[in-house]
Structures are given as structure tokens and as C-alpha cells.
């Protein structure tokens, strides 16, 4: 039965850089209480226990698990970590929230759904994206057909900057350095999401990827066409290489184009949106977005769904099932890349890209 008053219990491991915006988050959240963090850095946990007045440090999950007795974990480590996490919290009855990637391949990440499901535990990936508020908005002005009844186009345009210099990523994320697969894996993953959150089930994708940056192991550059099962179609021109003219180019992480058959509704770098019928000028949209957390506060939107969800038993967006369709995708984007050649049949099942 659903309980909207009483607290849910937290705990979270994993304390490297993101995770200081998801205990930022926690503290905000008045129906979720952090009560613990693990990280097999202890120094490192005592600090951000510290910081965000969390009341218990551990360096091993499973006595964290045992002794907390928690509600839920939030899983803030590398994607080679997550499946044993979620298998421990499993056989414990714990339910997860996950950061994304969800795990190195496809089938692990299977898997990891899998080891979830048959427990009857609940799981929610961290798949903040779709949460920024401006694609909360943009989806509202979509289905309230401000601008006309039927999506033809969407398209995204992201410069990031952070990956043309020798030591590229080293400061922040070491690791991006060394992924085999970076620009799709990493950030092309939650523009998969948000695409299918705004414009429905993804059909085919066609995708040419490059490495600019001969001093990382994956590709940082990419352009991919998507083909919706709806008929509209879609772009992702992206590049950790190239430079955004924005101020904070990790703000929206990029410039977004909606065309529908009445008109086109449009994101700056800078969160504005304005929208445009056929025939029409240019009208400046009003709505709330700020400057805090990360990118317009979606860390914050994304956990409270979670609670919320869990406090008044409703599904997930982002549960594992429905993020095994977007890593689907991720993996045709790939197969694409390599053969040179689109892979469709993806909203029916009937494409290859299954590995």
C-alpha cells in the first residue's frame, strides 16, 4: 500500500565527483532521508558525510545494507560495479536507484533487470536528462499542441568543450580517457532517452562517429539520425571535442529544435524557450528553470520522481525495463557506426543491434 507521509530510508554508495550533486539533492527531498554512504575510500566518505550532514560512513556495502536496513540505495559508482551492487541489495530485498551507464554491455545490463525482477525488488536508473526542466516544458507544449498536432523533426546540437586538450577529461572523470566507447556510451545514452520521451519509441538509427582526440580511446564526435516509429525524425550533432559560444555549455548541454506541422519550438543554451507558429513571429515562453544542482536541477527532479514513486507505488520512467529500449538503441547507434549502413526494425524488435 502507498505511504506518502512516512520517510523513505536512503543510504548510497559511491562518492567521486557526481555523487555531490545527488546528496546535494537528498537533503532537499523532505519524503527521503540519507541515512548512510559507503565508499571503499574512507576518507573520501567521511568527507561527504560531513559535508551533507550524512549520519553514517561504511566501507563495505553489505554491513552498510545489513546494519542501515535501508528503504532503497543509491548506486553512484562505475558501470562495472553496478551488477554485484544490485545483486546484493537484491538478496536483501532493497530497492535501487542506479546511476547510468547501467552497466559495460547490454546483456550485463539484461542481467542486472533481470537479478531486480527476480527478487521483486524495484529499480529506477538514474537517467536524469529527461527531467531537466526545459524537456519537461517542451513536452508539455508538445502534447498540449501549442504549435500543431504532429512532431516532424527534433533536433539537438551539443558542443561540450572538455575533450580536445592533451589531459582531456583527467580532472574530473579519469576514466572517460580510457572508455572504449565515450561520446554514445556516456552522453549520446541520455539524449536516446530524452528523444523517446518526446517523441515516442525510436524505429531506426543511422550514425557516423569519430575520434578527434587521439590521445582518448573512444569516439568524441558523432552525428545520428533517428527514424521514430511515429514518422517524425530526429538529429543529434554532437561533439566533446568543439567548443559551445554559451556561457555554461553543461547548462542545457546544447541547442534543441522542435518542428511540428504548425510550427517549431526552440531551446537556446541558456534554458530560454520560444515557440513559433507557421506564418507567425517568434513568442518567448515563460517557465521556471534555475541555476542549481546540475543542469537546470535535474538530479533533484529525478530522485523526487523516484521517491514518489516509491512512496505512492507508481511506475518508474526510467525503470530497468524501459531503459533496456534506450541501451537497445545505443547499441544499433554502434552497430550503425561500424557497418556504415542504418539499422532499423528497433521499436519491433526485428533489429540486430541486440549485443
Known amino acids: 500500500m502507498a505511504n506518502s507521509n512516512k520517510p523513505k530510508r536512503g543510504v548510497a554508495v559511491g562518492a567521486g565527483y557526481f555523487s ?31 559535508q551533507y550532514q550524512i549520519a553514517n560512513v561504511y566501507d563495505d556495502v553489505q554491513s552498510m545494507l545489513r546494519a542501515e536496513q535501508p528503504d532503497f540505495i543509491d548506486i553512484i559508482t562505475r558501470p562495472d560495479s553496478h551488477l554485484e551492487l544490485v545483486r546484493i541489495a537484491a538478496n536483501l530485498g532493497i530497492d535501487v536507484i542506479c546511476q547510468k551507464p547501467l552497466a559495460p ?26 527531467f531537466q526542466p526545459w524537456y519537461r516544458e517542451m513536452s508539455r507544449l508538445i502534447s498540449g499542441g501549442v504549435v500543431g498536432e504532429t512532431l516532424h523533426t527534433l ?26 566507447q565515450l561520446l554514445v556510451f556516456e552522453t549520446g545514452v541520455h539524449f536516446i532517452d530524452t528523444f523517446r520521451f518526446l517523441a515516442g519509441e525510436i524505429e531506426g538509427v543511422f550514425a557516423s562517429l569519430r575520434r ?3 590521445n582518448i580511446a573512444g569516439e568524441d564526435t558523432g552525428m545520428i539520425l533517428f527514424e521514430f516509429a511515429s514518422g517524425a525524425r530526429g538529429l543529434w550533432d554532437a561533439s566533446r571535442y568543439h567548443e559551445s559560444e554559451a556561457a555554461d555549455p553543461r547548462y542545457t548541454f546544447g541547442e534543441c529544435l522542435i518542428e511540428t506541422d504548425g510550427g517549431s519550438i526552440r531551446l537556446s543554451s541558456d534554458g530560454q524557450i520560444t515557440t513559433q507558429k507557421l506564418g507567425n513571429p517568434v513568442v518567448s515562453h515563460t517557465y521556471d528553470h534555475h541555476h542549481r544542482g546540475f543542469a537546470g536541477d535535474c538530479v533533484y527532479h529525478t530522485q523526487k520522481h523516484f521517491v ?43 533489429g540486430h543491434a541486440n549485443h
Not at 557497418?339 to 526485428?350: I, N
Open 308 to 350: 514518489d514513486s516509491l512512496c505512492n507505488a507508481t511506475p518508474f520512467e526510467t525503470s530497468g525495463e524501459e531503459y533496456l529500449k534506450t541501451l537497445r538503441v545505443q547499441a544499433a547507434i554502434y552497430q550503425s557506426a561500424e557497418t556504415g549502413l542504418p539499422v532499423r526494425g528497433l521499436a519491433t524488435g526485428d
Open 105 to 130: 554491455t547490454i546483456d550485463e545490463a539484461a542481467e542486472l533487470v533481470d537479478v531486480a525482477n527476480a527478487a521483486g525488488i524495484r529499480l529506477m536508473v538514474h537517467e536524469n536528462f529527461r
Open 155 to 180: 533536433n539537438v546540437r551539443t558542443r561540450m568543450g572538455d575533450g580536445w586538450q592533451a589531459d582531456a577529461y583527467q580532472a574530473r572523470q579519469p576514466y572517460f580517457a580510457t572508455m572504449p
Open 212 to 214: 578527434l582526440n587521439p
Open 20 to 50: 555531490h550533486f545527488h546528496f546535494d539533492a537528498w537533503n532537499r527531498i523532505p519524503n527521503a532521508e540519507l541515512v548512510a554512504i559507503c565508499d571503499v575510500d574512507r576518507h573520501k566518505a567521511d568527507s561527504v558525510a560531513n
